[in-house]
């Protein structure tokens, strides 16, 4: 039977031999989170965010807005409306689209409508954050896509509290139409904005490699 460290000491004194116990390593190097495997899982956080913005756009814009005309006698709804829209529109609009078709239109605000706008702004976001290094830089192109959140919402709420008075009010209409035309433009706008942030990502890195061989 082995004898424990504390038998070979009290039979040899000081000429015992006490085997070494090496304790395992704490960290787990297989678990260690390179900067390219960080880059890769943001790559991948980003490609489905687009995937996703893309779907929801056609979805939106393409597929549903297109078939609630079927229900207006082929009157677009307010939100397909790049340049916006007056009251005259509004209340020929009105005229034709009954409770029901309202309420279509409420539900997919409530739901496509919403996501839309949430997904793309977050994967412009992170589209931005990932590819341009500049504090104020990063924050000047944040501000575009966090815009457009707000009003593409904003616009959504109006068109819907505008099409649900009783009247058409031309505050309302006036609201509801700059909301949307606004809400067009920074769409526009956001997709110039990532071309850019993913420009100088690119010349980021690839200015990177020449300043280390300068270095050396």
Partial sequence: MAKTPAQRIKKHGANATVPQHH????????????????????????????VASLFLFWYVHLLTLNQLTQLTGGVAMPDSLFGGFDQGFVERLRSVMDEDARGQLNYVHKTAGLLFPLIFGFTWLLLIGTNVAGKALRWALWAVPILFVVVRLWGNVAIDAMLSADAADAGQVALASGLTVAGWVLLVLSLVVGGAAVFLGRKTAAAAPAEGHAQR
């Fill in 23 to 50: 304790l395992p390593s704490v960290i787990n190097p297989s678990t260690s989170r390179s900067p390219q495997k960080a880059q890769n899982n943001s790559n991948l956080i980003l490609i489905a965010g687009v």
